[in-house]
């Protein structure tokens, strides 16, 4: 497929053999060998038995454990030691009932494994961390169809059970789907990230047969792109890509994508599918970049750069990071609404550290003179106000009629990007419930220089990525 | 009437007395005296007797003489000296005889005048000094009507009558809404000033009837106001003001009305009908500013300036204004394109002196980092080929992809204002024929302290408006 006329590689030259080459050597790595699976299947089923024990111990004899994830549809990528199991309660137990039982029962199974810590996000669970595994366990409701859930994580039995009826002879594309979305950075679908999920993954292998058909189609996706499995025709989304859950028409699988992850992928798949080649399928490595070298690709790019810090608050990162996208393009809004030109935002947080909102301007200062352009004359009354507010105040320069409006030069107010987010976060700018608790109790403005004295490598690894990344 | 809520002066407090005031004390100053008109009706019946006396001379006794102009109708201010006879030929004439004719006959009268020089904007035309007054000779056709013009002035003697038959009685309604234009900036109808004309005028007051019902009016005028005096309900013009021609139906009589001296007139006549006022009715004066005092406003304001100066061609304003202000708004879309921020251009010619094209910048530099937004992701072969141009350029900072848009950030080229402006202006700039060849034979780019330099009183009273009027 040739996507360019002027650097045209001619159609032909691409063969099938290409393909084939790249996908043998991308399975040899990401394929789980029969050991490492032999593994994971003794992991799965003992952690199956020790539930239903304590299950029996406690005389709970309606609770079902389920195996969810891509360990229980051989979709897993070689390394990936993730177990989720479900525990599952009729329908007809009350959510407080349930809640009292499920943790009883759950914290019974915990001390079984090497290290355990309660997680909160939209639901409670446990996470254990077991002779190598990463095992979530996530009590649900056994209800009667995916569109009738008591609780968000209940349709997740019903995906597992419609991937695992269609998917086999089909898991070897699902991993190099996987692997190639890991490697052009678009796999996760956690709020951080806003990449494709391993469910949606699935569904696209399934619709379109092979690892390739998908990236064939993908490429030449646009905004708005529909896909409908079982032919649901539910009412449409505006999200850029639009996935119809099989098992729950209502439901977009693809609402937590992107735009940018999204596009990402359309592009990838299109150069993928014109040159493939076997660095698609890893992700470049981003060390952390050095203060020094900060500093020194910031004076060649000749920009300022300001920063909002606080302590993160303590909750999950699909919490949080929300509130942080939010504050951070509403700085952004605050600074280009005072004339401020903003080149680049990034958000940054670390549990038990801070979160760092970085702010990259043209400059941080503006000239004195400012603009105002006020109504239309013909906005009789507004003119009116607008002129009485500005023709005797000490800070207008003029005072004109320019086209339809009238129009005030006059001292501008923020001549400082710092001094403008100082005054405004706590009055304009778009708080969350945590991140204004956190803000509120105590928040800096730094410059370059403090940014320089940041410690966390994940801070500086992330700098280097936006600041060099090259797709 | 009152404008705005807040402010509010009874409505009863304005009465008719104050208005009665007002007219009374400025009509003192601006209607023409009897020895004032008599000197001017003097001074026309001998130059329309030498006109026919040379004509008679070269035996051409098809030529007749028409008195045109405010000085025909009554409608002068006191002070003004102007005289506009039109020189008349059959329509059967051609239009090379014509020339050829009206030349030997008017370089005749020229020589009893104390002074003359040839003119020239669309049609030839001779000015005369003498005795005080300003004379222009201006050869025309006797057409059928005003939609049958052989040259562009011939609709004027038409226009002359129509006025001249409608208003009698309400030469001091003109004379007060002349001077009430003048004194608010708005009354001229060249192209470098864009704002009333005498005729305009004048129809204005044959539509509403008094200087006060005009202003009354256009208090509450907005874009697109139409004015139909004898009901032709022509094809629509897409001008602020549409005023039907009333001798030529499809043509606009406010066709050269600017924008900005419309809505400034909407906007003074209501302020004037809300606080009537004597002082709309003197221009306020701004004498020079010194160079010191520009350059204490420039640092107040904190701005760059720049200004691209070349040898005035040698042509009316007429000609020179229109193609000065496309290279001006020329200049000013180029940094707009290339992201720098202009706070005001100015443009200014002298005779016999220099242009000069003043530009205001919030900065003449910019930072070194450009951020070039790409095409969608699925404009698949643009995307692949602003991907070819960046991806291994050495210019480039980073490539990705955000929201829809593939994006690069790489090396500003023009960094400088003045940079961009010498490489641009004869590649990019829209230049007229006589401003390109100024240009061609010359032009310098110059910051403050050479504008500083330039000697011009006439550019030193512009730029005391332009940096300090308040309306």
């Not at 209800?143 to 695992?164: G, L, Q, Y």
């Not at 940018?260 to 992700?283: C, E, L």
Request: hydrophobic share 35%.
């Amino acid at each position: 497929m040739v996507l360019n006329k002027k650097t045209k590689v001619p159609e032909e030259t691409i063969s099938e053999a290409d393909f084939l080459k790249i996908r043998e050597s991308i399975l040899q790595n990401i394929r789980p060998n029969d050991s490492e699976k032999q593994r994971l299947e003794a992991a799965k089923s003992e952690l199956i038995e020790i539930v239903c024990r304590t299950a029996e111990k406690f005389n709970e004899t309606d609770v079902i454990p389920i195996s969810v994830g891509s360990a229980e549809r051989s979709t897993w990528l070689s390394g990936n030691h993730d177990i989720d199991l479900f525990v599952s309660y009729p329908e007809e137990v009350s959510r407080e009932e349930m809640e009292k039982r499920s943790r009883r029962l759950l914290m019974e199974v915990a001390k079984t494994g090497n290290s355990w810590e309660d997680r909160h996000s939209e639901h409670p669970y446990i996470h254990i961390r077991k002779d190598g595994f990463e095992i979530d366990l996530v009590p649900c409701f056994r209800v009667k169809s995916a569109s009738e859930i008591k609780s968000a994580v209940d349709r997740t039995p019903f995906h597992c059970r419609f991937i695992k009826e269609r998917i086999q002879g089909k898991e070897d594309e699902v991993l190099l789907l996987k692997q190639f979305m890991k490697g052009t950075g678009v796999y996760g679908s956690e709020v951080r990230n806003g990449g494709f999920s391993g469910y949606l993954t699935e569904i696209l292998v399934i619709r379109y047969g092979s690892f390739e058909n998908v990236l064939k189609k993908a490429a030449y996706w646009r905004f708005g792109e529909n896909i409908d499995l079982m032919n649901h025709q539910s009412q449409p989304h505006s999200d850029p890509l639009v996935v119809t859950d099989p098992t729950d028409p209502n439901r977009n699988v693809a609402a937590a994508l992107s735009l940018t992850r999204f596009s990402q992928f359309v592009n990838a798949a299109g150069r993928y599918m014109k040159n493939p080649d076997i660095g698609f399928f890893t992700k470049p490595d981003y060390p952390p970049l050095s203060p020094t070298d900060f500093k020194k690709i910031v004076s060649l790019r000749g920009t300022d750069w300001m920063a909002v810090t606080f302590p993160a608050p303590k909750k999950a990162d699909d919490t949080l990071y929300p509130q942080l996208f939010r504050l951070e393009n509403s700085l952004a809004e605050i600074l280009t609404a005072n004339d401020f030109t903003v080149m680049n935002t990034h958000a940054f947080a670390e549990s038990e550290g801070n979160c760092v909102l970085l702010i990259e301007l043209a400059s941080k200062k503006l000239p004195p003179l400012q603009k105002r352009t006020g109504p239309p004359v013909w906005a009789v009354e507004n003119t009116q106000s607008f002129y009485d507010k500005y023709k005797d105040h000490p800070d207008t320069f003029t005072l004109k009629i320019k086209n339809e409006f009238i129009v005030a030069e006059i001292v501008r107010k923020y001549q400082s990007a710092e001094q403008l987010i100082a005054d405004k976060i706590l009055k304009e700018a778009a708080l969350g419930r945590h991140v204004r608790d956190a803000v509120l109790s105590g928040y800096e403005i730094i410059g370059i220089e403090e940014i320089c004295k940041i410690k966390s490598p994940a801070f500086w690894k992330m700098m280097n990525e936006k600041l060099t990344k090259q797709i």
